[in-house]
């Protein structure tokens, strides 16, 4: 910072690079999520369905292999219902919005603290909004995800085949979001705590 107490050049580009870097990391995850939902609703479509530890008969009497078996069949379905693919959608357009959102927020940062606004109104709720979002892409999108799969398997049950190698269903948190989001919220309350003691402050002046 300069001894004015606004940022400095070099301070500057970083914060405008990182803000830039926000911006094209949220536009790569919307149009990531777009081709997924394309592929999702094309025809066919490939879906990882879990498998009940299929033993890898090709590796049981490798060297130094104690076990080998499978945990996922890649099964591609010419035809599978609207209901089924929506679900396989949320569960891939969901952390792709949770990522738009916190880029978002990343982007607004920056660009407060190039205007030596950090702590505006608007800094707790948008930072509180990317924690929610990251917070609920880690529990909920699997969630969607393995409904999608039990519905997929009980598709391929109805029409005869034999399923008992998979999991009927099977649900796995995804935590790392889930741990991003709660240090975001505290980032937010930090914000909130220091908005707080700036108007304490300026009723002082």
Known sequence: MSRYGRPSMVEAVALGLV??????????????????????????????LPVDGAPMESLADASGVAAASYTQSVV?????????????????????????????????LGLSLIRQLAFRRSMVPVLATAAFALVV????????????RAQAIEQLTA????????????????LA??????????????FEVGQRLQRETEGLV
Do not use: H, K, Q
């Open 159 to 174: 029409s005869g085949v034999d399923t008992g190698g998979f999991w009927t269903f099977l649900y796995s948190a995804d």
């Open 137 to 148: 892409s880690g529990l909920i999108s699997p969630l969607f995800g393995a409904i999608g």
């Open 76 to 108: 591609s379905f010419e035809a599978l219902d609207a209901g089924t693919r929506w679900l396989f959608l949320l569960e891939v357009a969901l952390p792709a919005l949770a990522t738009v959102i916190v880029c978002m927020s990343l982007w607004w």
């Open 19 to 48: 803000a830039t870097g926000a911006v094209s990391i949220g536009v790569g995850a919307l149009v990531g999520a777009v081709s997924a939902g394309v592929e999702i609703f094309g025809s066919p479509v490939a879906v990882n």
């Open 177 to 190: 979001p889930v741990g991003w989001g709660i240090a975001l919220a505290l980032v937010a309350t930090a």
